[in-house]
């Protein structure tokens, strides 16, 4: 680590006489892919330039400085909330580092093909030269300091409110005075605060028991609606004035009348409104990938389509079964297990791999295939296997086969279960859930909670039955035996497509 640092400084001193391409790095230390870009994609990069590009670096996480100028270069070209890392080149803004690595070469070819790079505007030099003073420090010499409160309300598990608490401990290392208090929204008391300060703040109804969501004593910001801008604007403006606590600002009638609202609004649903958000929280992109990558591999490997079928429905069963005891207030706390995320990033991680692999082979098939050399195809099952296989169905160990394939389905279908299940459910599923608590509404409420699962799980019942019905057709069969080429070509990029969907769903 000590010899990458050494070069990336040794590369970033400019050379007497020679003017360069600036390029500011924006970093954090606990990124792991700033890491990955410092120290596997940026040496190459210096060494290839050298003599020709100037890097400077800023770590965000310890130095308060560093980040208000980060967020000075994002005001000067046009963004916000820039994931990390983050690199600026003239006006130039790469957030992230896949936008870095894809994009960052050919930016600095294209500077570079002029016979004189040209210097550096008045502004990047500004940035360079002058410091940057924190609106706190501003303010105590005024004597105008005040303590800043809001509410951040989570839901454990969720990804969205995991970003966003790191970006409200920025701002807290920013500004001192700035108070934050995280609750959980999934605590029958926290949803009446939550329905109380909706209602206060006139947050749209669709929008009550929404996490993440952030509130000041006169201002809400739910979902989408939240980005670090406007939380640092808000902050900075009640610096010098202060505010009260938003916890603190609700009456008793106003907190009775938010536990009343949330049993009307239960009372307004319908099944067909319970139906329709059932369906729209089942588009489950992670699932879908998941349900289809277990039907192609089974079929792959010469699994019959009764035992695929009950591999699939026992996956979708157990999507079913997670969600409703969830639903029931049972298992919550497995939902901010760190583990349970390992579990299912390692399922993905396999998948993945196993998909990326068969994508390959399969177009290596295509190409076997469009010379007629069938014989060289890899993915099919030779006929000594073929026959163990059949050996091997009349023997009594194929029931423990089907069993074990039928518990993975079901073990992935409870981890990937409680990964999404923080994103989804809008107002209706945090609605049933609180008036499940309530003993004259609880068996309307177990009900609409179980209709609710049962049409979350169709979309993925579909995509299965699509899935299944595409390997098992005796139509799509005569065209696969008439199509081989295109059949592999087709294969290999659903297994690609598949492969990649879950690399993303890890990172």
């Known amino acids: 680590m000590k010899r990458l640092f050494l070069l990336l400084v040794l590369f970033s001193v400019p050379l007497l006489g020679e003017e360069k391409l600036e390029i500011h790095l924006f970093w954090s230390k606990d990124c792991e892919y700033c890491h990955d870009i410092m120290e596997n ?32 270069f994002e005001q000067e070209s046009g963004t916000e909330n820039s994931p990390i890392p983050v690199i600026f080149v003239r006006n130039i803004a790469l957030g992230g580092a896949d936008r870095i690595k894809s994009e960052l070469p050919g930016i600095i070819e294209s500077f570079l093909k002029k016979s004189k790079v ?79 300060l909706c209602e206060r703040l006139g947050v749209p109804a669709e929008k009550h028991l929404v996490a993440p969501s952030v509130f000041f004593d006169d ?21 010098k004035t202060g505010n009260s606590p938003p916890w603190e600002i609700l009456s008793e009638s106003e907190m009775a009348k938010a536990k009343e609202n949330i049993k009307s609004r239960f009372r307004t649903f319908s099944p067909f409104v319970v139906i329709s958000a059932g369906l729209l929280d089942g588009i489950n992109p992670c699932a879908f990938a998941t349900i289809a990558f277990f039907v192609v591999f089974l079929r792959a490997i010469g699994r019959k389509q009764k035992e695929v079928l009950l591999v699939g429905l026992s996956f979708a069963l157990a999507v079913f079964t997670t969600y409703f005891v969830l639903g029931l207030g049972f298992l919550n706390f497995l939902k901010a297990l760190a583990v349970v995320k390992i579990l299912a990033k390692i399922i993905y991680a396999i998948g993945a791999i196993a998909a990326i692999i068969f994508g390959i082979l399969s177009f290596y098939d295509f190409f076997k295939a469009r010379k007629g050399e069938f014989k060289g ?46 994103c989804t459910g809008q107002v209706y599923l945090p609605t049933l859930v609180y008036v499940l608590s309530d003993s004259t509404l609880r068996l309307r409420a177990v009900f ?18 699509l899935f299944l019905w595409g390997t098992s057709s005796e139509k799509i069969n005569l065209f696969v035996a008439r199509s081989t080429a295109t059949v592999k070509l087709l294969t290999s990029i659903l297994f690609l497509v598949l492969g990649a969907f879950l690399i993303r769903t890890i990172i």
């Open 377 to 422: 195809i890899i993915l099919q099952l030779p006929e000594p296997i073929k026959r163990r296989i059949h050996r091997t169905i009349m023997e009594k160990n194929e029931s423990r086969r089907h069993r074990n394939y039928v518990i993975m389905a079901s073990v992935t279908g409870f981890l990937i279960s409680l990964l999404e299940l923080a």
């Open 219 to 239: 201002t809400a910001m739910v979902g989408e609606g939240i980005n670090l801008s406007r939380l640092t604007a808000i902050v900075e403006s009640k610096i």
């Open 41 to 72: 994609f940026l040496p190459p990069l210096l060494e290839k330039y050298r003599g020709k590009i100037e890097l400077h670096q800023y770590e965000i996480t310890e130095n308060i400085e560093n980040y208000r100028l980060l967020t000075k």
């Open 118 to 196: 040209e210097p550096q505007n008045q502004r990047v030099e500004e940035k360079k030269t002058e410091p940057v003073e924190s609106p706190v420090a501003q303010a105590q010499e005024d004597k105008a300091v005040h303590q800043v409160y809001l509410v951040f309300f989570y839901k454990p598990g969720c990804s969205h409110c995991d970003r966003l608490s790191v970006h409200l401990d920025f701002l807290k290392k920013i500004y001192p005075t700035l108070q934050i208090r995280s609750i959980n929204i999934e605590e029958k008391e926290n949803k009446i605060l939550n329905e109380a």
């Open 448 to 465: 609409y909670l179980l209709l609710y699962n049962l049409m979350f799980i169709v979309p993925l019942l579909a995509v299965f039955g």
